[in-house]
């Protein structure tokens, strides 16, 4: 699939977004005034600023506001709906904690939540689609919710949580990519299938149906930089997790706690990155190609 | 609405005869012709003198199928949407554009409601759908929604452009859920098949696979080598030359 920016932009930063809103609902860290305004603003800016790169991928967004409609049967729609809930309720809590020094323990407990409900729901997003082997796993949504979570206590300053956490997320990270390599297989999705011609023989892509390239070429049959991908998996889980890990066990000091932060922030647009590249949709069979 | 319909009353759909098929690509051009000048936006192309690329609804592949014993087969292969009974591109879409007609089971997008987000062709296993990079919303066959309902037109016109172009006769069109419709009865005497059947998608559209090539080539026999050794005055020169 085609690792467009928008995408990766949005599953990475709302994810750690909605991870630190997450803990903030819990009362991790208990936090009011001017420190409660950072916490919640910088959850809300990086859930927001994700949710808004999303739009980026939209060719037609001026019926963007037309995708809260379909909850019922769409995981995409169910996102939209989740996310405003949960920035609704973080907001409430939000105001209690910053101006009224008040922390509603319930209404925090509903903002956690439904902010990993909403970390949920993106990765049914990706994790529904059998047309994608890769990602349509139970391991998908295991990812995306632990990644959130690691990243979550990260920013939330739960260092003694984060360091287990963010080791747990670099092996569900791991597993699910050993997993995910075998899916394609196992899907038994073939030329053969695809064409219905294995009865008779071995099909082998004669002529494409057109010269130059096409929507579903671009979009969902791109191969480019998949042979790195062993290197860049220990890269991603290195910066996600060890290196933050590192950092933590240190000596406590502002300038490695923003060394942590960003290493897991690029390490995790590293995985999103390798998310879509690696990704084969079924289609490509038909062009001889995944 | 985008749940899909439990049942619907007919099941339009088309029939691929996989063995009829000379790959000329004029479904291709009449599919374009008709669904840019009619209903919805037209089937932009970007680049057309340079490096072309655009949106079509159907698509001819051509294969070649190498049996166990005997020679390679070409086979030329018509894709477009199968208005499948278990469309997973209407269930993902989140506006609501995406629907399956009750009525007749045309799979159609409401280009008014499209947000062009693209879930709906990730989700399709046939690449059925392309976003048009023009209008910015998802494009898929309609079965001729403009014409089969058409009655401004002749009757004999009032099928898919792309049946109506066929000139080997490979496309048919018809109701599926009728067990005594011509469609119905060319699956059922031809074994048609399901493409991808294990994607779960239950497709309408059927493929008759290509028949088996040794019971329609006639000539076959007459054109067997009559004699492996020379003999006479042949096997005499045959000689002659290997000794030189």
Excluded at chain 2, 179 to 185: A, E, G, N
Aim: net charge neutral; hydrophobic share 45%; aromatic share 8%.
């Amino acid at each position: 699939m085609h690792p467009a920016p928008s995408v990766i932009l949005f599953t990475t930063l709302s994810g750690l977004g909605f991870g630190l809103l997450a803990f903030l609902g819990l009362g991790m860290p208990d936090v009011t005034g001017g420190s409660a305004l950072a916490f919640y603003g910088i959850g809300f800016a990086l859930a927001v600023g994700g949710l808004v790169a999303s739009t980026f991928h939209l060719a037609n967004p001026k019926n963007a506001i037309k995708a809260f409609r379909e909850w019922r049967t769409s995981w995409l729609s169910r996102e939209g709906v989740a996310a405003v809930l949960t920035l609704t309720v973080a907001g409430l809590c939000a105001v209690g904690a910053a101006f009224f020094d008040t922390r509603l323990a319930p209404l925090g407990w509903l903002s956690t939540a439904l902010a990993l409900f909403t970390v949920h729901c993106t990765a049914m997003i990706y994790a529904q689609l059998k047309t994608v082997p890769r990602w349509h796993q139970i391991w998908t949504p295991v990812h995306f919710l632990t990644t959130a979570i690691a990243g979550g206590a990260l920013l939330a300053g739960q260092v003694s949580l984060a360091m287990p956490l963010l080791l747990l997320a670099g092996g569900v990270q791991w597993v699910t990519w050993v997993q995910g390599d075998k899916r394609f297989a196992a899907a038994g999705t073939t030329l053969e299938t695809a064409t219905g011609l294995g009865a008779i023989g071995t099909p082998r892509p004669f002529e494409p149906p057109h010269t130059g390239s096409n929507y579903l070429l671009r979009e969902m049959v791109h191969v480019v930089g998949r042979k790195h991908s062993q290197k860049l998996r220990l890269i991603a889980v290195a910066l996600m997790s060890v290196v933050p890990v590192i950092c933590l066990l240190l000596p406590f000091n502002h300038l490695l706690a923003a060394l942590a932060v960003l290493a897991h922030l690029l390490g995790v647009l590293v995985a999103r990155w390798l998310f879509f590249a690696q990704a084969e949709h079924v289609v490509g069979l038909y062009y001889g190609g995944r | 609405m985008t749940a899909l319909p439990a049942t619907t009353t007919r099941q339009l759909g088309l029939v691929i005869d996989l063995d009829t098929c000379v790959g000329c690509q004029a479904c291709v051009i009449a599919c374009k012709g008709w669904n840019t000048e009619n209903y919805g936006a037209p089937l932009s192309d970007q680049d057309p003198y340079g490096t072309p690329s655009g949106t079509f609804l159907n698509r001819v592949h051509s294969y070649e199928v190498q049996p166990e014993t005997g020679s390679a087969q070409l086979v030329h292969f018509p894709k477009s949407c199968l208005h499948c009974e278990d469309a997973p591109c209407v269930t993902v879409c989140p506006t609501g554009a995406s629907y399956k007609r009750v009525e007749d089971g045309i799979v159609l997008v409401n280009e008014t409601d499209c947000m062009g987000c693209g879930l709906c062709a990730w989700a399709c296993p046939y690449g059925a759908r392309e976003l048009d990079l023009a209008a910015g919303v998802m494009k898929k066959c309609t079965l001729c929604v403009d014409r089969i309902y058409n009655d401004n037109l002749p009757e004999e016109d009032r099928e898919p452009a792309c049946v109506r172009t066929c000139p080997a006769g490979a496309r048919h069109f018809g109701d599926f859920a009728d067990p005594d419709s011509h469609v119905s009865r060319l699956t059922k005497e031809r074994d048609g098949m399901d493409l991808m059947p294990e994607q779960g998608t239950k497709p309408v559209n059927k493929y008759l696979p290509p028949r088996p090539r040794d019971q329609i080539d006639v000539l076959a026999p007459l054109l067997n080598p009559v004699a492996e050794e020379p003999t006479g005055f042949l096997r005499w020169l045959d000689k002659a030359l290997e000794r030189l």
